[in-house]
Each structure stands twice: as C-alpha cells, then as structure tokens.
C-alpha cells in the first residue's frame, strides 16, 4: 500500500528495487556516519555491495517483512531519499554477537534511513511507522553515539539495552577503533 507524506511517496519496496534500494543504502550510510566511522567505513561499504544486494533480498523476501522506499515528488522525476525494513528476527549474523539472543519471531527494525535532505520532514517518523505496528514489540541495533537516533527511537517507546559491542563485517575497523553497537527495545523482555 502506497502511503503519502508531505512531497514523498512511500512504495512497498520489492526484490526488483534493489538496486535502488542498496545504492539509497549507500548514499544514506555515507551521510549518516560521517562523523562516526573511520576514513574506510564507505569505502568497506561500497566494496561489500554484493553482500548488501544479498542481505536485502534475503530481507525482503522473509516471511512478514516490511520495506518500503521513499522518493520526493517535489522534483521532475521521482528521487529516491528514504528507507526503512523491518522483518522478523533474530537474524542469522545477531549469534555472532555477544548479546542475550531475543526470542524467535520478535520484530527487528532492521533499517531506517532518510537523506539529510529529508531530515526535518517527518519522513523518518513515517518510514518508521510503515514498517512498525504502533506499540509493536520490537528491537533494533543503534551505532553508539548516535544521539539523535537514540532520541527519536526513545520518543518511539524504545529503550537502550545499557551496553554495546564493537562492530563486525563490513563496519569494523582493521586499521584502529571502530564503532560500537547496542541494541534498543520496545515491549520485549530478554531471558538469559
């Protein structure tokens, strides 16, 4: 079902869209992390395309997946600038990780995401919302130090986890520090 936000449709995204899908991913992740990751982090991004193509297919073609992609209709010709995906998890790569494991079939906002150009729209809270039933329980990873990110998904009813572990694949770091990742949640409760 297409949803309309201010200038920007938002399209259920398919495998067909991923191309467009991964490029957005992209551009959105470069803009997004600047002033987080190191001088490799879009560069790791950019040569882990094939694997980002993988994961998005594999992502959207999940059982009760929601994906959507947001263009702006204010221009000539349809721009993609927004994204979001949410499907049920926990997903194969989140055992790699040193975290209690949230049950099977739990929602997992897998990816969100606006280009600065949309920031200040609402997009993102829109996105969100396509892809989250309200008040439904669900999880999602957060890059540490992203403080407007934990802000808004706060105002969204979630809850940082307390700690965090340093980023794996394409995210890490081999030449120095890299990112760190927690996990926030809405209406789960873990169980060691």
């Known amino acids: 079902m297409?949803?309309?936000?201010?200038?920007?449709?938002?399209?259920?995204?398919?495998?067909?869209?991923?191309?467009?899908?991964?490029?957005l991913q992209l551009k959105c992740l470069e803009q997004t992390y600047a002033?987080?990751?190191?001088e490799g982090f879009i560069h790791r991004q950019r040569d882990s395309r094939d694997e980002l193509v993988?994961?998005?297919?594999?992502?959207?073609?999940s059982a009760q997946s929601r994906a959507f992609l947001a263009y702006d209709t204010s221009a000539d010709s349809l721009s993609p600038?927004?994204?979001?995906?949410?499907?049920?998890?926990?997903?194969?790569?989140?055992?790699?990780?040193?975290?209690?494991?949230?049950?099977?079939?739990?929602r997992e906002l897998v990816q969100l995401y606006t280009l600065e150009q949309a920031h200040g729209q609402?997009?993102?809270?829109?996105?969100?919302?396509?892809v989250l039933d309200s008040e439904e329980p669900a999880y999602l990873h957060i890059v540490e130090g992203n403080a407007k990110a934990q802000r808004f998904y706060e105002k969204n009813g979630f809850s940082h986890e307390g700690f965090?572990?340093?980023?794996l694949g394409s995210w890490h770091n081999p030449d120095g520090p890299s990112?760190?990742?927690?996990?926030?949640?809405?209406g789960?409760?873990?169980t060691s």
């Open 2 to 23: 297409e949803i309309i936000h201010r200038q920007y449709r938002l399209i259920p995204a398919t495998v067909e869209d991923v191309d467009v899908y991964v490029d």
């Open 35 to 38: 002033g987080y990751g190191d």
């Open 54 to 61: 993988e994961e998005f297919v594999d992502n959207v073609s």
């Open 81 to 106: 600038v927004g994204l979001g995906l949410s499907r049920l998890g926990p997903l194969p790569w989140e055992s790699e990780l040193d975290f209690v494991q949230v049950p099977a079939g739990s």
């Open 122 to 130: 609402g997009l993102g809270q829109a996105l969100f919302d396509a």
């Open 164 to 167: 965090s572990l340093t980023c």
């Open 179 to 186: 990112m760190r990742v927690g996990r926030m949640f809405r």
């Open 188 to 190: 789960i409760t873990l």
